[in-house]
């Protein structure tokens, strides 16, 4: 089973300080980059798994405040009444939401319009306007490790990201490697961290690890050690972590644990629904570099994303609860604990998705 244990929804309700006592109604939000850190830093101390289950009871107020019959069916043919676990749905099927390997293709696409840019797509090619209307997010290159060592930035990715940011487009950001060595992982991690400082980040921070020059002559043991370093510095700065590699190098030089510890993006161009790498799970996909995206008359990268990003480390949703909840409708999600677990996997509570299947039913709009 894939563990993990990436950063919750960052919109946390919860307790300030220990001396303050709220009542049930007193819900304080927050729209902060990396709260745990704050309180930490901050001295405070706090019940997270209270805080957590209060912003769940909260969520759950809100979007029930319009509806007022909680006995809505369940729209599978078992007739469950979806507020109440069935005898197979035990709390603790809820808490990993993890994707066995064999059930890859089994798992919905969330996003299947993001691009990967790079100085290669040079900006005075895009119609941003255009563009950005017709992508679901993009993964922009900070910075490569020439091959005489020294770190470069991107040339085109402040203004790619300031043209796609203020067109809300979500953003997240790759690395191009030739670390061989803890250090230089963190010399790297450094540098994008850098860059990416006081940007906002919906999509994860990849280390990009394919290179023939330097790492192809290198360990497995040492290019995974790479990987774990630059993504665990990732992460204590508040960022989702990912590797992206393609499947022949990624099997030979980054151990399994590696590519399920993080965000793993493959790459495998084919024109299939889903990649034929099957060695371990993978939460994006590179299905080609022979895009078409409009605004911009050039190939470029295509990928899928499986997992709701934006929700997971934003709290906002591109494609919205309504959407996911008609799609639930469609069969899209699967049936009963299976639908838990895909649901649970790509970022969405349950429950909430459930009273929206309710609404749409009730309300008889499909």
Do not use: C
């Not at 840019?117 to 040079?122: D, E, F, G």
Request: no cysteine; proline share 3%; glycine share 6%.
């Amino acid at each position: 089973m894939k563990v993990k244990k990436i950063i919750p929804v960052l919109v946390s309700i919860g307790i300030l300080m220990p001396s303050f006592a709220y009542a049930d109604d007193d819900v304080i939000s927050y729209d902060i980059d990396d709260l745990d850190q704050v309180y930490q830093e901050m001295g405070f101390d706090y019940d997270r798994d209270q805080v957590l289950s209060r912003k769940k009871d909260h969520l759950l107020k809100d979007v029930l405040k319009e509806d007022s019959d909680k006995g809505q069916e369940d729209i599978n043919s078992s007739g469950i009444d979806a507020s109440k676990p069935s005898n197979d749905q035990k709390p603790e099927d809820l808490e990993d939401p993890s994707i066995k390997e064999e059930d890859e293709d089994l798992k919905p696409k969330v996003y299947e319009n993001v691009v990967d840019l790079s100085h290669y797509q040079n900006p005075g090619s895009i119609d941003y306007d255009n563009f950005s209307s017709g992508i679901d997010g993009a993964i922009l290159r900070t910075s490569i490790r020439e091959k005489d060592l020294t770190i470069s930035k991107d040339k085109a990715v402040d203004t790619h990201y300031n043209q796609l940011n203020k067109r809300d487009v979500p953003i997240g950001f790759y690395h191009y490697s030739r670390a061989i060595n803890e250090l230089e992982a963190l010399e790297e991690a450094d540098f994008v961290l850098n860059i990416v400082r006081n940007k906002k980040v919906s999509l994860p921070i990849y280390i990009d690890i394919e290179d023939h020059d330097r790492q192809a002559k290198a360990s497995k043991g040492d290019i995974s050690k790479v990987v774990d370093a630059f993504s665990k510095a990732i992460r204590r700065n508040g960022y989702v972590a990912g590797v992206y590699s393609y499947p022949w190098f990624a099997d030979k030089y980054l151990t399994k644990q590696v590519r399920e510890e993080n965000e793993f993006w493959i790459a495998e161009w084919t024109s299939d629904e889903k990649p034929k790498y099957n060695q371990s799970s993978y939460d994006s996909w590179q299905y080609s570099s022979k895009g078409g995206v409009a605004g911009y008359d050039y190939d470029i990268d295509k990928n899928v994303l499986y997992r709701d990003y934006p929700l997971i480390i934003n709290g906002v949703s591109k494609v919205g609860f309504e959407e996911i909840a008609r799609q639930v409708i469609d069969g899209k999600w699967g049936n009963g604990k299976r639908r838990r677990e895909l649901l649970a996997y790509a970022g969405y509570d349950y429950d909430i998705i459930q009273i929206y299947v309710n609404k749409i039913l009730k309300a008889g709009l499909i």
